[in-house]
C-alpha cells in the first residue's frame, strides 16, 4: 500500500491565485483546524472511540509542557485548538490549561461528555467568549444513546447542557457521531439542540481507534447515507459538519464546506504524549509526523516533517480521478480508507456510487491500531452493546470518546467578497 | 465603504499571514475568515494608520480599475464585524 495518493514527481508549485481548496492543498504555515488530546483517561468507554481511550498514558505531557505548547500556538497564531481526549476534564490540571490557553489568545473547544460540567463549571465557561464547548450525545434516545456511550451518558449530557444554558451559555454544541441507529433521529437531535440554545453537529463515523471494531456494524446503510445527504441539504445552514460528509456530495449538489482532506494540510493532531498526526483520525504510526519534545517542537514537525510536506500536493492518479464526481468528494477520508484496509488513492469505503463494493468484499488487510489505552477491565458505564455490535470475544469492551474535529472547515465563513480580489 | 470614511482593524480580530493572504479570526464571535490576497491583506493593515480608506487604497498600490472590488471586499469584511469605524 502507498502511503499518500500517487502525487506528481516533482513538487507543483502552489498557484498564486485561485480558489482557496487549492491554497489548503498546498498546506498552510500552521494548522487551521488542530485537535489536541490531552489525556487517554477517560471516566467512559464508548465503543466507537475514536482514539482507544481509557487508561492515562504515564508518558503523557506535563503541565508545564502542556503551557510550553500553548506558547507555541500563540507564536504560530493558531487561534483556536480543538481539545479531546480521553475525557479532557479528567485531567486534574485541565481548568489550569483552560486558562492559561485563554490569557495566551489561543481560544479552546473542548469536547466532553459531560459528566463533569457541573453548574459552576458552567459558569465559568459562560464567562468568557474563548471557549465553547462540545457535549457529545449519540442518540436521540437512552435506548440509542446508551449502547454506545455508557449507561447514563444520555441522562449525563442532558444535565450538562441544562446547567450551560441556565449559565447563560448560547451556541454551544451538541456533537452526534451519525450511526446506522440515529439516523432516524436527526429531527430529534435538531430539536434537543433547540431546546438548550445549542448548535447540531453532526460528524461520521469513521473506522478509526476502538471505531474499526464497530464501523462494520454502525457505519450508515447505503440508503441511510442518501437520508442523511437528502437532511444535510435541506438543512445545511443551520447544521455543522466539520466537513465530515463530503463524500456524500457525489450524490449530486455539494455540501456547504471545502470538500477537502485537510490532513496534514490544515488539519492536524496532537495526542496526549505530544505526538503529531496528519489528523485525529489517524493515530497511526503511518501517518506520526513527529513529536512536540523533539527539537524545534511543533512548529518544526507542522512545516518541515517529511509526512507533512508530502501529503501537501494534490492527487492525480488513482482510480477516482477516472470519476465524474472527484471534484466533490476527491476520494472521500484517507482515515477511513486506511483503516478499512482500501488503497488511499482508491475511493472511499463509503463511496456513495458503490465503488468501494468489490473492494471491500475483497482480500483485505486491516492495519489494526498502533496504540491502544483502552481500559483493560469493565467500568463503571460500560456500554452494554446491543446484539447488533459484534466483538471479538478477545477484546476487552471498553471504550470512551472524545468526539473531536477533523475539519479543515469547522465553523468557517469565508467573507464571501473578501474572497474576490485576484 | 467610502473611500473618505475612516476604518480599523477590529480589536478582537487578528490577521496571520500565509502564502495566499490571510487568516482573519475574531476572537469574540469565533468565526475564521480569509483574506485572499496579499493586497488585500496590505490595505487592511494600513487602515488604522492612515486618514482614510482611500489613502490606505493608495498607499497599497491598489490599482485604479479594482478598486472598487477592493472597496466591496471590505464593505463585507466590515458587515461580518472585523473591520471597525473610527
Ligand atoms: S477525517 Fe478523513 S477526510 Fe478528514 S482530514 Fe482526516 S483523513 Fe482527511
Ligand atoms: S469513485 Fe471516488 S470520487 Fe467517485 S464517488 Fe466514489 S469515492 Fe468519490
Redesign the pocket.
Known sequence: MTLVPARPATRPERPSTGPLIDQFEFGLDAPICLTWELTYACNLACVHCLSSSGRRDPRELTTEECKALIDEFERMQIFYVNIGGGEPTVRPDFWELLDYAVEHHVGVKFSTNGFRITPERAEQLAATDYVDVQVSLDGATPEVNDPIRGLGTYDAAMRAMANLQAAGMTDFKLSVVCTRHNIGQLDEFKAIADRYGAQLRLTRL?PSGRGADVWQDLHPLPEQQRELYDWLVANGDRVLTGDSFFHLSAYGEALPGLNL???GRV?CLVDPVGDVYA?P??IHDQFLAGNVRSPGGFDEVWKHSALFEDLRSPQTGGACTQCSAFDACRG?????KFFTGLPLDGPDPECVKGNSAAALAGERVLPGSSQDHSHAGPVRNQPVPLTLLTRRPDQPVARPVSACD?S?VAGLSAGPSADRPG | MQEREAWRLSGSVALRPEPFGALAYDFHTRRLSFLKTPRLVDVVRRLGDSNDVGTALTAAEVPDAERPSYLAALTTLASGGLLEER
Open positions: 469513521r482532506c485537510g490532513a488539519v489528523c483520525f489517524a472521500g477520508c484517507m482515515a477511513a477533523a479543515p
